[in-house]
């Protein structure tokens, strides 16, 4: 039973636009939302994050949205970039859970210059 | 200075063999977690300690043993290896709390049972 989804295995962007990438959950408890991302032979490494008590954070070129009643959250890149193109993985938590993630299986995104 | 070392990096190996996988973490932290990331690529969650005592225990066979002899290590040891074991192993560490859910991820080991 997979509580976080992530649809698009692969999403191919140009250089200097935007990139989207969507995650969708169906456990109502969780309360935080994550977005890691990997680069070949690396583990991931934490992006950016969001609070269930708010809808949109933002960090340089990354924004992540959080629609908690359709449970869903998306990461946008812009303006997109070479160095971008990795695996995103979407993860969640519930505070109570002790540091318990839940990951997606990950979306490729690969950005050509 | 890496932050969250894993040793090995690739261990192959036969099905019935014993094996473990060491890591260790330099950032101070009080939490540390292994997680299997298999063929479809997902990546879950298999056990957490806090300050060496076990707090999370996922569903995860009885030949799988963590151990940690300091909160700046955790092992995994693996006895009895089947073929469904092959995955890639990651080792992160976290704060506790509530910076519990940034973790920082070791580089992995791929385990390949033949």
């Known amino acids: 039973d997979q509580q976080v989804k992530q649809n698009s295995p692969s999403l191919s962007v140009q250089e200097g636009r935007i990139s989207i990438l969507n995650c969708d959950y169906t456990n109502s408890m969780f309360d935080y939302f994550l977005w890691y991302k990997k680069y070949p032979a690396e583990g991931p490494t934490f992006l950016i994050s969001?609070?269930?008590?708010?809808d949109k954070n933002e960090d340089g070129r990354f924004t992540v949205f959080l629609n908690k009643s359709a449970k869903h959250l998306s990461l946008h890149i812009v303006p997109s970039q070479p160095g971008d193109s990795a695996v995103y993985f979407c993860?969640?938590?519930?505070?109570?859970?002790?540091?318990?993630?839940?990951f997606g299986q990950g979306t490729e995104l690969s950005v050509k210059p | 200075d890496t932050a969250v070392s894993q040793t090995p990096k690739y261990l192959v190996t036969q099905m019935g063999n014993d094996k473990s996988i060491k890591c260790e973490q330099n950032?101070?932290?009080?939490?540390m977690y292994w997680y299997k990331q298999d063929s479809k690529k997902f990546l879950k969650i298999m056990f957490s300690?806090?300050?060496?005592?076990?707090?999370i225990n996922e569903t995860v066979p009885n030949r799988f043993s963590p151990k940690s002899p300091d909160k700046a290590h955790l092992n995994l040891h693996i006895n009895s290896l089947e073929l469904g074991d092959s995955a890639v192993y990651f080792c992160?560490?976290?704060?506790?709390?509530?910076?519990?859910?940034?973790?920082?991820f070791g580089a992995g080991t791929r385990l390949s049972v033949l």
């Open positions: 300690y806090n300050n060496k005592e076990l707090i």
């Open positions: 950032l101070g932290h009080d939490t």
């Open positions: 992160a560490s976290s704060q506790g709390g509530d910076f519990a859910h940034i973790q920082y």
């Open positions: 993860a969640a938590s519930s505070h109570n859970q002790g540091g318990k993630l839940i």
């Open positions: 969001i609070s269930s008590i708010k």
